[in-house]
């Protein structure tokens, strides 16, 4: 298995199962990969959608469920710790994002013989209401000016990161919104590519300005103490004895803790 898909979802009855089925026309042509829906505390029907599409044909579908709702970020790291990926790709659960963009950043990925830790796509033609617009703008801007992280969008749902490294991130509520921010405080690579936007068919989102800007101008002061507090060493020589050999190494970077 070398990607796992994890799709965050709360009550997306109506949207999961076409978004499912679009999924896998778009990764038809890709080898070993698995898609996770994690199920964050739904009142609706979504995880016997799920389960049903699991149990008619689909193998590379797998449902986790939270008992309660906790938040996008913590169903993030379910699905992380059960993938089985070296890989995680991600989607929101309500098809605004297009399952062929995150096909195609995995081909691009795969292809290159020095991949970045993480690839984030940023929207373009949002098909939201002005408010979420504005207020997306906004927080893009301000976050943008203050941590550097080098992407127009990061609360894009289409993303392709390592496993290893998301685990190793420092882990809090709404970490998704900042993960190039993360990535970069650990020295590694990021990458920002356009996708495109579509409306929600079904629904309606779960984030406005109260839960999404106000509250992520708090994250935002955290986020800025860590990256502040973050120092990356060079390690300048090592020794150690293993099987009765020794091993020098000069010039390498300290393992990430």
């Known amino acids: 298995m ?3 898909i994890l799709i965050p979802v709360r009550d997306e009855a109506e949207n999961i199962r076409p978004l499912l089925e679009e999924l896998r026309t778009a990764m038809a042509a890709v080898d070993g990969w698995e898609v ?9 029907d979504t995880a ?3 389960s049903s599409l699991a149990g008619s044909g689909y193998p590379e579908l797998r449902l986790l469920r939270h008992a ?3 938040g996008q970020s913590a169903a993030l790291r379910s699905g992380a710790l059960a993938a089985r ?3 995680l790709g991600t989607l929101d659960g309500d098809g605004q994002n297009d399952p062929a963009d995150l096909a195609r950043i995995w081909r691009q990925l795969c292809a290159m013989p020095a991949a970045p830790a993480l690839w984030i796509g940023h929207r373009v033609d949002r098909h939201d209401s002005g408010l979420r617009r504005w207020s997306s703008r906004l927080a893009n801007a301000v976050r943008g ?6 992407v127009p969008d990061t609360g894009c749902g289409v993303k392709v990161l390592r496993r290893k490294d998301f685990l190793a991130l420092p ?4 970490m998704h919104r900042f993960l190039p921010a993360l990535v970069r405080r650990e020295g590694l690579e990021v990458c920002s590519t356009p996708v495109s936007h579509r409306p929600r068919l079904h629904g309606r989102s779960k984030y406005g300005v109260n839960n999404r800007l106000w509250v992520g101008l708090a994250d935002l002061l955290g986020v800025l103490w860590l990256l502040r507090r973050r120092r990356l060493p060079v390690v300048a020589s090592a020794w150690w004895a293993d099987d009765s050999h020794e091993r020098d190494t000069v010039g390498s970077h300290a393992p990430r803790g």
């Open 171 to 174: 882990y809090f509520d709404h």
């Open 85 to 87: 990926g070296e890989w």
């Open 145 to 150: 000016g203050l941590l550097r992280d080098g």
């Open 68 to 70: 309660e709702g906790c």
């Open 2 to 4: 070398h990607l796992s």
């Open 36 to 44: 996770l829906v994690i199920d964050d505390g739904s009142r609706d």
């Open 48 to 50: 016997a959608r799920v």
